[in-house]
Nanobody, 123 residues
Framework: VQLQASGGGLVQSGGSLRLSCAAS????????VGWFRQAPGKEREGVSC????????YYADSVKGRFTISRDNAKSTVYLQMNSLKPEDTAVYYC?????????????????WGQGTQVTVSS
């Protein structure tokens, strides 16, 4: 199982980034997907989740209205479009895939994880 996240970088406050996470080694279509983040000195935070069908999505209150999760099953890829970025969004962002969407929503251990990608938002 591999999850390869990319798309992080340095952006000014108010800017946008699009994270991608390419999956391989498992049946992507059969898994819910999610994005988590961890800032220095802080606990891991669930950012967004999408169900297997794509019909259900979850967003943390801190990103609601600014971030959008999507998935392309044909490409086995999940995306996180991040707009109106704020300095407090600075963190390492991780993608994950798991069987149970609700575990993602609850911020619990959630299947397989990829390596993180750094997002830094300057003020």
């Amino acid at each position: 199982v591999q999850l390869q996240a990319s798309g992080g970088g340095l952006v000014q406050s108010g800017g946008s980034l699009r994270l991608s996470c390419a999956a391989s080694g498992f049946t992507f279509d059969d898994h819910a997907v999610g994005w988590f983040r961890q800032a220095p000195g802080k606990e891991r935070e669930g950012v967004s989740c999408m169900s297997i069908s794509g019909g259900s999505t979850y967003y943390a209150d801190s990103v609601k209205g600014r971030f959008t999760i999507s998935r392309d099953n044909a490409k086995s890829t999940v995306y996180l479009q991040m707009n109106s970025l704020k300095p407090e969004d600075t963190a390492v962002y991780y993608c994950a895939a798991g069987t149970y969407y609700t575990r993602c929503v609850r911020g619990l251990d959630f299947g397989s994880w990829g390596q993180g990608t750094q997002v830094t938002v300057s003020s």
